[in-house]
């Protein structure tokens, strides 16, 4: 295989007509990429304003999705040849790359501290984000799972002006969207196959990316296509916690992307850079999972419609499972966040199976409340709520008596002590503070 050298930003391309954006990287001259984007019945008719703030958006997309070519060899030297980027621009995307793609360097045994950083130059053109003045509608992100339909209904409940929004529509994802019953917004994110090829080759990386963060910057330019002025995310305050920290201080956290962190630097770069009028926020940010968890268990029309199992939404449609897996870090994790609200059997009928009497999973448990390894690499709750839940289903008398109760509840009681563990149920259950919630939203909760 050849050596690498340079990362190249080759170019992107909008086609108004056909409501669709490429985007064109290279490694050197050795490989060549072409990422497609469609946004399924955007409007056409774009003014000139419009067009502006598309071609605006789409210089910092082109950056943003190219972290998923990048990885495959994670060269040294960077090229843009769209553009260029200031001093602030370029340490944004130095930070959207390292801690985005913290999880994948810490798998790799790679540290790219010292060798990622984004050229910049001052003189650059891009340094406003554009006035285009937005309809006051606020886009949901559909995920098919607990947290985006507890946003959609508590927005609803308020009155809010929604419309859901959606990468692709496996099946949870079109049928929360149906029973919902609001306008529905779909854009389709296509993977140039030319990396799916060379990922199967020896000496090139693989692995986990900011997924949300790549997002995040398709969902500005939404705005502009469909006409929208905020995105309310479904991201809670769990995601704020790392997996484990590196041996040189670095927090690598799987839920980076999701994480106060990166909402709150996204939202300033996208209105200093991108969309003035726009604003990017989590409504589920002063919650924790378990308490999201009670208010999705009230909802009981999306119960045999949403999965959280991310087997149901590979990119791969042949490895795709319809609902669950039931065998997961994610599939564990959301049984025992629900437990403690949910009727026993109407948990086992969404889910598919009862997880908390499998005894092959109390690995997967043990590592969930922090009794075995680390946090899972997965979008998990904390291990206070965890242990919480155990705490609450000790004392639940449709659950007590399953093995996972029975075999770690003793555990957690005797490691945590029942003190903390009361301390822990009032903390989960605590509004947070600590979020970027608007004016007018703040109360919705």
């Not at 529509?169 to 990396?195: N, Y």
């Amino acid at each position: 295989m050849k050596k690498i050298n340079t990362f190249r930003f080759v170019g992107y391309r909008f086609d108004a007509e056909n409501s669709e954006v490429s985007l064109d990287y290279a490694f050197d001259d050795a490989y060549r990429f072409c990422e497609k984007i469609k946004f399924h019945h955007a409007k056409t008719d774009l003014t000139a304003e419009e067009l502006a703030a598309v071609d605006n958006i789409l210089f910092f997309l082109h950056i943003a999705c190219g972290i998923s070519y990048y990885k495959a060899f994670v060269p040294g030297s960077l090229v843009i040849e769209t553009g260029k980027l200031n001093k602030e621009q370029a340490a944004f995307f130095d930070e959207f790359y390292l801690k985005g793609l913290g999880e994948f360097c810490w798998r790799n045994r790679l540290n790219l501290n010292q060798t990622l950083k984004f050229p910049y130059d001052d003189t650059a053109s891009r340094i406003e984000a554009s006035p285009l003045r937005l309809p006051d509608i606020t886009a949901v992100p559909i995920g098919g799972g607990k947290d985006s339909n507890v946003v959609l209904e508590t927005l609803k409940a308020h009155g809010e002006k929604v419309v859901c929004i959606a990468q692709g529509r496996p099946r949870p994802i079109r049928e929360s969207i149906a029973v919902s019953g609001c306008d529905e917004i779909e854009f389709t994110r296509t993977i140039a196959p030319e990396l799916i090829a060379l990922n199967n080759q020896p000496g090139v990386y693989n692995g986990h990316v900011p997924i949300t963060g790549v997002y995040a910057f398709c969902l500005a330019l939404c705005a502009v296509l469909y006409g929208y002025d905020k995105v309310a995310m479904g991201n809670e305050r769990s995601a704020n916690v790392g997996n484990l920290l590196r041996d040189d201080n670095f927090e690598v956290n799987h839920q980076w992307s999701k994480s106060l962190e990166f909402e709150k630097d996204f939202n300033t770069f996208a209105q200093k850079y991108l969309l003035k009028n726009f604003t990017y926020f989590s409504m589920l940010r002063p919650l924790s999972e378990l308490d999201i968890a009670g208010r999705f268990a009230k909802l009981t029309k999306y119960h045999q419609v949403f999965t959280s199992c991310n087997k149901a939404f590979k990119l791969d449609k042949e490895k795709r499972l319809e609902r669950w897996c039931g065998d997961c870090d994610k599939c564990r994790f959301v049984f025992l966040a629900l437990a403690p609200f949910m009727k026993k059997q109407a948990l086992i009928n969404a889910v598919g199976k009862n997880i908390l009497s499998d005894e092959n999973q109390l690995g997967g448990f043990e590592e969930l409340l922090g009794l075995a390894n680390h946090k899972p690499f997965e979008c998990v709750g904390e291990l206070e709520e965890c242990a919480v839940a155990f705490y609450l289903l000790s004392q639940n008398d449709d659950w007590k008596n399953e093995f996972m109760v029975r075999e770690l509840y003793p555990r957690i009681e005797k490691k945590y002590g029942l003190e903390k563990l009361r301390a822990w149920e009032k903390m989960v259950f605590t509004k947070s503070d600590n979020h970027c919630l608007p004016e007018r939203f703040k109360d919705y909760l």
